[in-house]
């Protein structure tokens, strides 16, 4: 998922989907989140040339791209592992465990907030709420997975699971 080294291009039925964007808003300008989020997830990132591409194609400036890119957390702006994983620490997730958690997984791999093992395989970030507050502590996987009423042992079992796809 993580390419260190690209060129942004999107194939014919992903500039649909971009057009599909732009036409659900009265500007161009108003579907830069979603194009955006199309780069990260084609490319794992968003890097400063994918920021241009998002300008040539939606007609903006690339420094408000950059602007929006850099504002929200949401958008990476360099490589994150193949599993890149969100652990929650808000309130909920804390009382229950969250940073008990987030520790583990960073003590396990030797890494910290937003860094990557060095085979590329994981990288971890602190993040906010996750809506998860019932069943914390909580994590996400790649923004698309969500793992719930986590223990050292549960995430262990995941960690494993992930090692070995």
Known sequence: MSNENYTPHFDENEMKMVQYH??????????????????QDKYGWISVDSMRYVGELLNLPPDHVLGVATFYTMYFKKPMGKFHL????????????????????????????????????FSIE?????????????????????????TTESVDALLSKLSNS
């Open 22 to 39: 732009i036409s659900k808003y009265p500007k161009p300008m108003a579907a830069v989140m979603p194009v955006l989020w199309m780069i």
């Open 86 to 121: 969100q652990v929650c620490t808000n309130v909920s997730c804390m009382l229950c465990g969250g940073y008990k958690i987030f520790d583990h997984i960073c003590n396990k791999f030797g890494i910290k907030n937003k860094e990557i093992t060095s085979d590329g395989m």
């Open 126 to 150: 602190e993040v906010e709420c996750l809506g998860s507050c019932g069943t914390a502590p909580m994590l996400q996987v790649n923004n698309r997975e969500f793992y719930e009423n986590l």
